[in-house]
């Protein structure tokens, strides 16, 4: 057996769909240029997490759009378009029991003066536009982002030798 397929490689299976405890985490821009990339894995790893795609992209104004799309007619959409599209982004999923709530958890408040100290936004940013992070807030914007984001093979499935030790 290969230890390490495509999600898609397994006949019949939406990578997305396969496995409900997937979520998407996007670095934004200030993240990348603060240089906060490990940081942010380190965390999600050191909880349990399992980064199963990864890639460094300027992400193009149509994606842009659609990723924000529930914020198009509000006032602050230019200036987010214009921020995500400022430069690089470091686009992630991550795999684990209750994905969507564990990140959440571990991202904090939107704005980072109320997240709580001890998580990614609480520890690492100061601004509400400049708040390193994105996370998925359910399983279906999750499922929408990997998809925007990441071709079916792109999604990496494998064991890591610590499952045994993180799931009863």
């Given amino acids: 057996m290969d230890p390490c397929r495509t999600k898609s490689s397994r006949q019949g299976v939406n990578p997305v769909k396969s496995a409900a405890d997937v979520t998407f985490v996007m670095i934004k821009p200030d993240g990348v240029q603060r240089g906060l990339i490990g940081e942010v894995i380190s965390r999600l790893e050191k909880k349990g997490l399992k980064l199963v795609a990864a890639k460094l992209e300027c992400i193009p104004e149509p994606r842009v759009i659609e990723q924000y799309a529930e914020h198009l007619e509000k006032p602050f959409f230019p200036s987010l378009r214009a921020y995500i599209m400022s430069g690089p982004c470091f686009l992630m999923v991550w795999e684990g029991r209750g ?68 799931y009863e």
């Fill in 99 to 166: 994905a969507v709530a564990v990140v959440r958890r571990l991202v904090g408040t939107t704005n980072p003066t109320e997240a709580d100290p001890g998580t990614i936004r609480g520890d690492l940013a100061l601004d509400i536009g400049r708040n390193v992070v994105h996370a998925s807030d359910s399983e279906t914007s999750a499922e929408r982002e990997i998809a925007l984001h990441f071709r079916a093979e792109e999604v990496i499935s494998y064991v890591r030798t610590d499952d045994a030790a993180l």
